[in-house]
């Protein structure tokens, strides 16, 4: 169990973490992991809500969340549901992008289309419903 005030070395936290010197280093230098503490030698420190705020970053960054929207959730300027939130919207569009082109590709190779056919079906498919009926 770690002590009250223990700090730790980028190396340390690398160990702790599985995630690379290199990695922490950016994130230290990006703002996101700023050190606790220096060495006389100029060597960062990090004491143990830096390792909790470390897994945060880790774990918004495997969800797909960019540096930006990471440091707006550190920086409290926005929850993490609300921030789950915009990221689900933005998935499902590209879900729904993703499923016409399969449907379009599915098409195209079931009816050996040509060229020609093959634009008029991804132009019809990139319509919306209103577009669709206008024309």
């Given at each position: 169990m770690d002590r009250v005030g223990r700090t730790f070395t980028i190396g340390?936290?690398?160990?702790?973490t599985g995630l690379p010197v290199k990695t922490i280093r950016f994130y230290s230098d990006e703002g996101l992991l700023p050190p606790t503490d220096r060495t006389p030698s100029g060597y960062r420190l990090y004491?143990?809500?830096?390792?909790a705020?470390?897994?945060?970053?880790?774990?918004?960054?495997?969800?797909g969340l960019g540096l930006d929207d990471v440091a707006q959730v550190l920086g409290s300027r926005v929850s993490v549901p609300?921030?789950?939130a915009r990221h689900l919207e933005a998935i499902?569009?590209?879900?729904?992008?993703?499923r016409l082109r399969?449907?379009?590709l599915r098409a195209v190779v079931k009816r050996e289309s040509e060229l020609e056919e093959v634009k008029l079906m991804n132009k019809l498919a990139s319509m919306s419903d209103e577009e669709r009926v206008r024309q």
């Open positions: 340390e936290l690398a160990r702790r004491d143990t809500r830096s390792l705020r470390l897994e945060l970053i880790r774990t918004l960054r495997e969800l609300q921030l789950a499902e569009d590209q879900l729904r992008r993703l399969r449907a379009v």
